[in-house]
C-alpha cells in the first residue's frame, strides 16, 4: 500500500476545500435547524391521532422525533452530493490533470476523494447530532456508535452516487439543479417526513396512501438508510432492521464501482 | 539512481489521427539526456497532442514512445514517476495555499516528508516564491501561478520535465524569468527540459529545437545549425510610392508579405542584397535582417504560418507601444 501518503493528500485536500468554503458550512448548521426546530417543532402537534377521544401519536413518537434522523439523512445528502460535484470543477480547472498525470491509480484517487467527501458529510451528520437534546431524542453510548457507522455508511453510498452523477454532466449550470433533481426528490420519497402506512392506529385505517407514493418510498434506497437510523437513534424501525445496513453496503458497492468504471473512462 | 544511456526520450514513427484530421504523422526524434529541447511549431501543430502521449494522457495510434527507456504504454505509471509535467491550462488548486499545493503534490507521488520539505523551500527559493508560501494560490498574479506549477513539477524525482506552454497568456518579462528558470533548473538538477511554444523568440537559447507542422517534423538541430542551414536574409521594403508597391506584388507575387505599409520577403543574401541595389531609387526604406530563427521558420513553413507568429509577437510589440507596463 504506497500509495496511503496519495488517499491521504487527496482526503486531506477534500477537508481544507470543505472547511473553507463558508457557504456550504452554513448550509450545513441551517439546514437542521430548520428542519428539527421550525419544522418538526412547527408540525408536531399534527402527527397525532384521536382514538376514542383520546389523543395518540401515530407512531408512539412526536414528530420532532420521527424526522431527527432523517434531517441527519438530509443534511449528509446535501454534502456528499456537493463534495461529489467538485469533481466537475476540478475537471474544468484542470487540477484532474494533476492527479491523472501522477504514479496514483484511478481507484486510489477515486477513493480518497470519496473518503474526503464522506467525512465531510459524517460531519455534518454529527452537526445534526448536537441538536438530538432539543428533540427530545435519547441514545446511548453503543447507537452513537452504530449511528455513526451507518452514517459513514450513508456517506460513502452518497459521495460515490454523487459522482457518478458529475461524471454524467458535461455542462454544469450550478448546484441549485443537483439539490432540485437529485437530494430533494429522493429525501421526500424516502419516507422522511411522513411514515410510510398511515394506519398505524385503528383511527386512521381507513386512510391509505397511493399506490404510486409507496412504490416510490420502496423503491428508494434512502427509504432504508432513513429507516436504519431510526433504528438506531429511536430504537423504532418500518422494516427489517437488516435491510437498512445490508442495503447501504450494497450501495457503497455499486455506486462505488460505478464511479471507477466512469473514472476510469474519463 | 541509475542512468541509462542513450537519449531519455525516444519518439519512433508516432501517429495518431482524430476523426477528421491528422494530428501527428509519422513522427520520430529523440531528445538527449539534460538537454534544453524546445518543439517549436504554430498553433495546431500537434504539439499538444505529442505532448499529452508523452505524459501517458493518450495514446498513439502508431509507433512507441520510451522515456528514460521505459514504453510509455505499458509502464505509464513508471513513466509518470520519472516526469514533471506542467500543463498548458493552469492546474493548481486554486484555494489551497503555495505551500499546500507543493505538498499535495509530494504526497500524491509518494516522497517522503524530510525530503519535500527541503524540496520545498529550494523549489520555492528558486522560483522566488518563498514570501508567498502561505497565500492562497487564487490572489497570485497568472506568472507566479505558473511559476508554482513549474516548481511543483520537480517536487518528486522528475528526470524529464515536460511544459507545454508554459509562456503562454505571460507578459515578456515573466516570459523570459521562465526561461531562466529552466536553464537553471537543467543545469543545477541535472534534468532534461522539453518545452513547447510557438514564439520564436523564446528558443534561441535552447539547446537543440525541432521544428514541428501539420504533425511532421520540418527540421531538428541546434538554433545555430538551423540558422545555418535555412536561414534566410529576410527583407523589409518600404516603397516610394503605391505604384512601386504595385509593381512590387506584381513581380513577387505570393513571395511576398504585407507588414502595415512594409512589404517583407526573405532570400539568400547575395540575391537580396542584388535586389536592394536595382530597386534602389524605387524605395523610400529597407532594411536587411541576418538569418534569424524568424527566417528559418519562414523558409520552412512558408508564409502562412509566419504570419500568425509574426501576429503573435506583433501584439506584443502593440502591447509595448501602448505602454504596457513590463516594456522597458
Known amino acids: ?266 | 539512481m541509475q542512468t541509462a544511456p542513450g537519449p531519455i526520450v525516444e519518439i519512433d514513427s508516432v501517429t495518431k489521427r482524430y476523426v477528421r484530421t491528422v494530428a501527428l504523422d509519422d513522427i520520430s526524434f529523440d531528445v538527449a539526456e539534460n538537454e534544453l529541447f524546445a518543439l517549436l511549431g504554430p498553433n495546431g501543430a500537434g504539439k499538444t497532442t505529442l505532448i499529452e502521449i508523452l505524459c501517458t494522457i493518450q495514446r498513439g495510434d502508431k509507433g512507441s514512445v520510451q522515456i528514460a527507456g521505459l514504453d510509455v504504454a505499458k509502464q505509464s505509471r513508471e513513466v509518470r514517476k520519472r516526469l514533471g509535467v506542467v500543463f498548458q491550462e493552469p492546474s493548481l488548486d486554486t484555494r489551497l495555499t503555495v505551500a499546500e499545493n507543493l505538498d499535495f503534490h509530494g504526497r500524491i507521488y509518494g516522497v517522503p516528508a524530510s525530503v519535500r520539505r527541503r524540496r520545498k523551500e529550494e523549489l520555492l527559493e528558486l522560483v522566488e516564491l518563498a514570501g508567498w508560501r502561505d497565500r492562497l494560490v487564487r490572489t497570485l498574479s497568472k506568472g507566479m501561478q505558473r511559476r508554482l506549477e513549474i516548481a511543483r513539477a520537480l517536487i518528486h524525482d522528475a528526470r524529464l520535465l515536460v511544459l507545454d506552454e508554459p509562456t503562454v497568456g505571460l507578459d515578456a518579462q515573466t516570459r523570459s524569468r521562465i526561461w531562466e528558470y529552466l536553464r537553471t533548473l537543467q543545469q543545477e538538477r541535472e534534468i532534461t527540459v522539453l518545452v513547447t511554444t510557438h514564439y520564436i523568440d523564446e528558443v534561441e537559447d535552447c539547446d537543440r529545437l525541432c521544428i514541428i507542422d501539420q504533425g511532421r517534423v520540418l527540421a531538428l538541430d541546434t538554433p545555430q545549425g538551423l540558422k545555418n542551414r535555412y536561414g534566410y536574409h529576410l527583407l523589409r521594403l518600404t516603397p516610394q510610392d503605391e505604384e512601386v508597391r504595385h509593381e512590387l506584388r506584381h513581380r513577387f507575387g505570393e513571395a511576398l508579405a504585407e507588414r502595415g505599409k512594409d512589404l517583407v520577403m526573405a532570400a539568400p543574401e547575395a540575391e537580396a542584397l542584388k535586389l536592394i541595389e536595382e530597386l534602389g531609387d524605387k524605395l523610400k526604406a529597407f532594411f536587411v535582417e541576418r538569418p534569424s530563427l524568424e527566417s528559418v521558420f519562414l523558409s520552412l513553413t512558408g508564409y502562412e504560418v509566419r504570419d500568425e507568429v509574426a501576429g503573435a509577437r506583433e501584439r506584443l510589440l502593440e502591447f509595448g507601444r501602448r505602454g504596457g507596463e513590463h516594456t522597458q
Open chain 1, 1 to 266: 500500500m504506497g500509495y496511503l501518503s496519495g488517499i491521504y493528500a487527496i482526503w486531506l485536500r477534500e477537508l481544507k476545500r470543505a472547511v473553507r468554503d463558508r457557504g456550504q458550512l452554513v448550509g450545513g448548521v441551517s439546514r437542521p435547524l430548520l428542519w428539527v426546530l421550525i419544522m418538526g417543532i412547527g408540525l408536531n402537534p399534527y402527527f397525532r391521532g384521536e382514538v376514542y377521544g383520546e389523543v395518540r401519536f401515530v407512531v408512539p413518537f412526536t414528530y420532532l422525533q420521527f424526522i431527527f434522523p432523517a434531517v441527519i439523512a438530509l443534511n449528509m445528502m446535501y454534502t456528499s452530493v456537493q463534495s461529489a460535484v467538485s469533481v466537475i470543477w476540478d475537471r474544468e480547472f484542470g487540477f484532474l490533470r494533476e492527479v491523472l498525470v501522477s504514479p496514483m491509480p484511478r481507484a486510489a484517487v477515486l477513493f480518497g476523494k470519496i473518503l474526503g467527501g464522506t467525512t465531510v458529510a459524517l460531519f455534518h451528520g454529527i452537526l445534526v447530532l448536537v441538536l438530538a437534546r432539543f428533540a427530545d431524542v435519547t441514545f446511548s453510548p453503543t447507537a452513537w456508535l452504530k449511528g455513526l457507522g451507518l452514517m459513514i455508511l450513508l456517506g460513502f453510498a452518497l459521495t460515490s452516487l454523487g459522482v457518478v452523477i458529475a461524471n454524467r454532466v458535461r455542462t454544469f449550470e450550478g448546484f441549485g439543479v443537483f439539490s432540485n433533481a437529485v437530494i430533494l426528490p429522493l429525501y421526500f420519497t424516502s419516507s422522511s417526513i411522513f411514515p410510510l402506512d398511515p394506519s398505524l392506529t385503528r383511527a386512521q385505517t381507513v386512510v391509505i396512501y397511493p399506490d404510486w407514493l409507496v412504490f416510490l418510498i420502496q423503491a428508494n434506497p434512502i427509504t432504508y438508510a432513513v429507516d436504519a437510523l431510526r433504528g438506531v437513534f429511536l430504537d423504532f424501525n418500518q422494516f427489517h432492521p437488516l435491510w437498512g445496513p445490508l442495503l447501504l453496503l450494497a450501495m457503497c458497492l455499486v455506486f462505488f464501482l460505478a464511479a471507477l468504471r466512469d473514472f476510469r473512462r474519463a
